[in-house]
């Protein structure tokens, strides 16, 4: 299976702190893409990275790439409230003209 | 506001009713996509349209038939549709990965979603 999945399932923590969630996908791919989704909404895209990446940073975000270990993580730091909200990773396969998406995080940041 | 819109927000309808959903993209993109996301359950993939084309049909039952009669509007026609299908349908659309090649970005923008329940 191409799809990749999140853990943990769910995370709670206090606000200021920081989360980190993680994709694990069993297919060579072409980038990974990591979506956000308020309860009920569309996604929202937060971040891209290649194949050939490593890291990269989005202000508070910051994703990883292990293509060795098929795994990808997202940092969320000094989290807020507003962070609140499912988190999935989707990846598009080399050979794919389609993203395919985990079950994803859901995040509980209390103020 | 992702440049994707999808109407109506909220659909209650009857197993016998017929209805229909729609999206719309402002972002000038040439793909298009249907996904239904249901409680506990990964997002899946209904349909995709390149440039009008249907490309992909992942086992959709034909209850559900899609229309895209440009590339900046997509349709969901719905009929006879059963108490399980009762869920949250998501539209997108991106530039299609296979003609951007491996220098395009490919990353999807949604519409806010359709929430149907049949009963």
């Known amino acids: 299976s191409q799809q990749g999945e999140e853990d943990p399932q769910a995370l709670s923590i206090q606000e200021g702190e920081n989360a980190t969630m993680n994709c694990s996908y069993k297919?060579?791919?072409?980038?990974l893409q990591w979506y956000r989704q308020n309860s009920g909404r569309g996604l929202v895209h937060l971040i891209l990275i290649r194949s050939n990446e490593r890291e990269k940073h989005s202000g508070r975000l910051r994703v990883t790439l292990d293509t060795s270990k098929k795994s990808s993580s997202l940092l969320i730091t000094a989290s807020r409230a507003a962070d609140t909200a499912s988190y999935f990773c989707a990846i598009l396969g080399i050979y794919g003209n389609k993203l395919v998406f985990g079950a994803g995080t859901i995040l509980r940041v209390k103020s | 506001e992702t440049g994707v819109t999808q109407t109506p927000r909220h659909l209650v309808m009857g197993m016998t009713n017929k209805k229909s959903l729609k999206c719309e993209q402002h972002l000038g993109h040439n793909a298009m996509y249907w996904y239904k996301q249901s409680a506990k359950k990964p997002l899946e993939l209904m349909f995709v349209y390149n440039f009008k084309e249907q490309t992909e049909n992942n086992s959709v039952p034909s209850r559900f038939s899609p229309e895209c009669p440009n590339s900046s509007h997509l349709f969901l026609h719905l009929h006879t549709l059963q108490p399980e299908d009762s869920a949250l349908y998501l539209c997108a659309s991106s530039q299609d990965p296979a003609l951007s090649g491996t220098s395009g970005n490919y990353e999807q923008y949604f519409g806010p979603g359709t929430r149907l329940t049949v009963t």
């Open positions: 297919t060579s791919i072409n980038n």
